[in-house]
């Protein structure tokens, strides 16, 4: 069926792979409804997203290029700092978009947490799953959740990838007292993964999944590469998350190294291993969840996000949580096997896109 717009561009924020990793599913029902469909993004999030799709446009978007910290306790306040390089970001990107919108006939928006992508000119949609950013003070919350309205209020719509109802993923983040003035749309589970499951034999004890910013992208996987050379009775799966790169590392009879792997391959990977270890990152999480697998979880230290999702998840029984500080390959192995794990059912995974296009018909 061709729906009524022609060309849509969907930007993805570079914070993480995450956020172009779960644009995959859009982007996949936006060319089922036979739109035209332009990403922008930077270097890194183009080489992830050609390699799931030959066929779309790509044009140069640069990210907010957001420096982290190796210091967990100074995380957030580094971040603060930062606000005004954000800023300069968001204006630049709103320049960008009125010439892009008029160079290349763009019918419709879709910013995954780019604050920068709205205009009057055609309807914008935002994605987000943080309607209320954490924050260690709650005066300091109440303040960035302003910030975050005044953007997100530019928007014609948001979509938030979550479940509508009290047994969802990201609790208050994506469920504040407050809402926003525009329309919300709850969207479920945004998985690039397909719910239909093989009878795979358990090959590896652990898969991880590293994934998210530098340098504590690298710190994981030092401390995991350091544990696994004495550790020789699990057999693993590491994938580094750096599709752009080249060099590789060495595998060995109990560890395979990859340093990306496309999605059908990554879903095999995790359906033959017993867990995955990973980043409670918000897309990785619903990913595991849409394939139903028991995994151990690592927040990024400093990252409130990711903090309070590991701890809120493991009270629900939907993972099993572990400080990155403290973190040891075999006892959270051990530990996860004893773990009552209560993963949620869902029924459908798939976006449909044409019912979430369909309102922004009316403000054409």
Partial sequence: MKFAFKTILVAPLDWGLGHATRCIP??????????????????????????????????????????????????????????????NSINREKKWLDNIIDELKIDVVISDNRFGLSTQKIPCVFITHQLQIDAPYNWLKNIIQKINYQYINKFTTCWVP??????????????????????????????????????????????FLLSGPEPQRTLLEQK????????????????????ETNTCLSSSNNLIIKNHLPEKELKQIILQSEFVIARSGYTTVMELISLQKKSILIATPGQTEQEYLAKKLMKQNWCYAVNQNSFSVSEAYSKANQFNYRLPKISETNIAIENLLEPLLHEQ
């Avoid at 799709?53 to 790509?58: A, D, E, G, T, V």
């Avoid at 995991?224 to 750096?242: A, M, V, Y």
């Fill in 26 to 87: 859009i982007i996949r029902g936006l060319q089922q409804a036979k739109c035209n469909v332009v990403v922008a993004a930077n270097n890194k999030q183009k080489s992830l997203l050609q390699k799931e799709f030959s066929n779309i446009k790509f044009i140069e978007l640069s990210g907010y290029n957001i420096r982290y910290t190796k210091n967990k306790n100074t995380l957030f306040f580094l971040l603060l700092w930062q606000m005004f390089k954000i800023f």
């Fill in 162 to 207: 979550d479940f509508e109802g009290e047994n969802n993923i990201a609790g208050t983040l994506s469920h504040p007292n407050v809402m926003p003035s525009i329309p919300v749309q709850y969207i479920g589970v945004l998985s690039r993964f397909d719910q239909s499951k093989n009878e795979d034999t358990i090959i590896y004890n652990c898969c």
């Fill in 224 to 243: 995991i590469l350091q544990q696994l050379n004495s550790i020789k009775h699990l057999t693993c799966c590491l994938i580094r998350g750096l599709p």
